[in-house]
């Protein structure tokens, strides 16, 4: 079935540094999403890329989906503590289902 | 907010008891997905419900079933519950075609079971 990697796990930030998540599918994807869970908290939805090779930013967040549509990658430029959560990738491709990938915990430090 | 509630917020069961969790959809929403959320991980699809038919099922057994109702709310029954079923349960309302891998999911707030 259907596999969506993501790494790395865990990545801790001084504020104002960089941050980068990347997804891996095992197939190619028809779309991807992406997703934030604040800790006790649920996912919420960011933003769903379609398009090979696309490239969506908001604010300070820059999504992009490789061209083989099978990769995805977030990055969040100058980081705050308001970005602290765990960030999930979600493809789908032929079943009619989301598969999320494991997540990136992102812990920002002050 | 989502406008996607879910009851009860914390359950306790023992194992091989019955447990129906509720969650009630964004009025206009005719897709539901149920999800299970093990500590330290994403959350995985159990199935769909669009306009009241199982549309989509992901890789769980069939002790898990579900309902969905004309008036956007759904269930999730697991019957002889199990320890590895101790887990965050969150439903997903979305707007389209019953699609849900290609529709935004609207989570709610999710019930925490726990299996002694």
């Known amino acids: 079935g259907q596999q969506v990697m993501q790494i790395p796990q865990y990545q801790h930030v001084q504020e104002g540094e960089d941050f980068t998540t990347y997804c891996n599918s095992s197939t190619t994807l028809s779309n991807i999403q992406w997703y934030k869970q604040r800790p006790g908290g649920h996912p919420v939805f960011l933003i769903q890329?379609?398009?090979?090779?696309e490239v969506k930013k908001q604010k300070r967040l820059t999504f992009q989906f490789g061209e083989a549509k099978k990769n995805s990658s977030l990055h969040i430029t100058a980081t705050q503590t308001t970005d602290v959560g765990t960030y999930f990738c979600a493809g789908s491709g032929s079943a009619r289902q989301l598969t999320f990938g494991s997540g990136t915990q992102l812990t920002v430090l002050p | 907010e989502t406008g996607v509630t879910q009851s009860p917020t914390h359950l306790i069961k023992t194992r091989g008891q019955q447990v129906t969790l509720r969650c009630s959809s964004q009025s206009g929403h005719n897709t539901v997905s149920w999800y299970q959320q093990a500590l330290g991980q994403g959350p995985q699809f159990i199935f769909q419900y669009y306009r009241e038919e199982e549309n989509g099922r992901g890789n769980f057994p069939p002790r898990f079933s579900g309902l969905q109702f004309p008036n956007y709310s759904s269930e999730l029954n697991v019957n002889a519950l199990e320890l590895d079923d101790s887990a965050l349960y969150l439903c997903?309302?979305?707007?389209?075609?019953?699609?849900?891998?290609?529709?935004?999911?609207?989570f709610g707030p999710g019930t925490r079971l726990t299996v002694l």
């Open positions: 890329l379609v398009k090979s090779g």
């Open positions: 997903a309302s979305s707007l389209q075609s019953g699609f849900a891998g290609g529709d935004t999911q609207y």
